[in-house]
């Protein structure tokens, strides 16, 4: 017998992704929008408060567990800016292109030692809408900001994120290279290994 869980997100390709992954434990992901649920209100300062935010959300209006990932990019020349407002950082919600000339305007002449930067992905399960032990899982993707948009792969911020290990840029990986090494990715990890676990959920 599988179990369902609401995914805090519409997005097609995370729904896509979470089942691929949690479906061989007997988990289904359905998205919220399937419940009618409205996005949670990011209110929190950082990725986990944010994600528990959405996460507690939709349990709240479907009554079945929940999980929402809160991601983004950290740069250390701007003090951990973007950060939780990576995907607004230059007004417009989602608008990649405007955040990614935005990012590279702010950092015009900045050495590349000083160009350092991570991806952030922070994944929040809940078991119920009054959950005390929320479980978290974090990945992390180090890299540094290069100083023009190279590649044709990903979204976001990956034109602009140099990846040391393969000498290109997010966005030139491929996909499936890119879902071995990323944050989300790491992050899943840890999330599928408790998963696997009886009673984890």
């Known amino acids: 017998m599988s179990k369902t869980i609401v995914l805090a997100?519409?997005?097609?390709?995370?729904?896509?992704?979470?089942n691929d992954l949690l479906g061989s434990v007997g988990i289904e992901v359905k998205p919220q929008s399937d419940?009618?649920?409205?996005?949670?209100?990011?209110?929190?300062?950082?990725?986990?408060?944010?994600?528990?935010?959405?996460?507690?959300?939709?349990c709240a209006h479907t009554g079945l567990p929940a999980l929402a990932d809160d991601s983004g990019i950290?740069?250390?020349?701007?003090n951990g800016a973007p950060g939780i407002y990576s995907a607004r950082f230059a007004g417009e919600h989602g608008n990649s292109a405007a955040n990614n000339a935005l990012l590279l305007e702010k950092l015009?002449?900045?050495?590349?030692?000083?160009?350092?930067?991570?991806?952030?992905c922070v994944l929040?399960?809940?078991?119920?809408?009054?959950?005390?032990?929320?479980?978290?899982?974090?990945?992390i993707w180090e890299g540094r900001i290069l100083e023009s948009m190279e590649g044709q792969e990903g979204f976001g911020y990956d034109p602009v994120f140099y990846?040391?290990?393969c000498g290109?840029?997010?966005?030139?990986l491929?996909?499936?290279?890119?879902?071995?090494?990323?944050?989300?990715?790491?992050?899943?990890?840890?999330?599928?290994?408790?998963?696997?676990q009886d009673n984890a959920f």
């Open 35 to 58: 419940f009618n649920v409205e996005d949670a209100e990011e209110t929190g300062l950082t990725f986990i408060e944010n994600a528990i935010l959405k996460a507690r959300n939709a």
């Open 9 to 18: 997100s519409s997005n097609s390709g995370k729904i896509l992704e979470f």
């Open 174 to 196: 491929p996909k499936e290279v890119k879902n071995q090494l990323s944050h989300r990715a790491k992050a899943l990890k840890q999330l599928f290994a408790v998963f696997q």
């Open 124 to 139: 929040a399960y809940l078991r119920h809408k009054d959950d005390p032990t929320p479980q978290v899982f974090h990945g």
């Open 163 to 165: 990846v040391p290990e």
């Open 108 to 120: 015009d002449g900045v050495p590349q030692l000083e160009r350092t930067a991570r991806f952030h």
């Open 168 to 172: 290109c840029s997010a966005a030139s």
């Open 74 to 78: 950290e740069v250390d020349y701007l």
